[in-house]
């Protein structure tokens, strides 16, 4: 089997990837960072799908983002907006956060000596977050190639992004049909310890509206005065 490594964060978009990238016949290395975000509690999340989707090998890397202040992912002194009122990229951003994931994913690919990557970002139902894409992706394949041995001796790696081009309906419904539990899955930007989310953040915001549309019972363990 070929081996792929998935990130895999413990959110929805991620677990669906994971299943795809099983699916489609590679052997799954997932990769989390703990990173000091708020909503650790995906990590658990994360966990518990790498065991449920029987991956080959699960890390979770440490990496402290906490000086990354103007994020309210990694700094709690920031307020996570509920109000949907952002305008342009909002303060949810953590800076080249997926640069810096894509980036220790490429490195393992390349100690597993496997020519792809899985990531679940998409450009529809989303935050409006720079580094979730098309053409970063496709940029970042292009440095991953160029930076690396195995790249210049012709071992050309892809990038997998499955979810780019779907709504979050459409999502919920291919990793349904995959047999993925979804309320193992964490997104909430401020889920509580036990991974119960807010409802009110927009990361809530989205997955529900997705559940609406695909017309789905909303799976999602919410916090009492959500």
Known sequence: MKKAVVL??????SATVLAIAKQSGFACYALSVHYGQR???ELVAAKQISQALQVHEHQIFELDLSVLTTSALTNSAIAVPTNNNDQGIPVTYVPARNTI???LALAWAEVLESQDIFVGVTAVDYSGYPDCRPDYIAAFATMANLATKAGREGKTLT???PLIDLPKHEIIRRGTALGIDYSMTVSCYQADDVGRACGKCDACR??????TAANMADPTRYQQNS
């Open 39 to 41: 909503h650790a509690a």
């Open 206 to 211: 989205i997955r529900k509206n997705g559940f």
């Open 101 to 103: 994931m894509l980036s």
């Open 8 to 13: 895999l964060s413990g959110g929805l978009d």
């Open 159 to 161: 990038i997998h992004t």
